[in-house]
């Protein structure tokens, strides 16, 4: 049988855009919360991820530059935390530091992108599950605490 010549087209119409499905995405905000106890790294991650599905390579690419800023900076700053002498002064310095990426962040990155799928989706998107990330997370949390702890005995016990 032949397609019916009358029939309406069947192609997706760009300017119609309430009719143009949402990806799966994880919600922008969570991932900004998750965030405050995994460290923006986790969050520019998943923001990431979302831009990618979302079609935005440009802002995927920010979010990538976020995420390996995240990891160097806090890699940096347990770095300093293991070598230098302990201080009381040193430590509030570096969890100041910390909650500063974490604030320069949200403002710089994640905040966009919720306001962005608000704009575009509203509350009505498809949602991905939190149980893989918020896993690999708790897992890279535990391998980060036996790295830092490792690293520090080393340290210590090096003459």
Known sequence: MTQNPYAPPKAEVADIVGERLAPLLWNPNAAANWSLLFSPAFGAYLHMKNWQALGEPGKATSAKVWFVL??????????????????????????????LLLVAWY???????????KTRFGNTYPRRGWSKPLGVAVLAFFAYIVVVSVLAAVLKSAP
């Open 70 to 99: 995240s990891l160097v900076v806090l890699g940096g700053l347990s770095c300093a935390l293991v070598i230098g002498p302990p201080s009381t002064q040193q430590a509030g310095s570096i969890r100041i530091a910390g909650f």
């Open 107 to 117: 403002f710089g990155s994640a905040r966009g992108q919720a306001s962005y799928v």
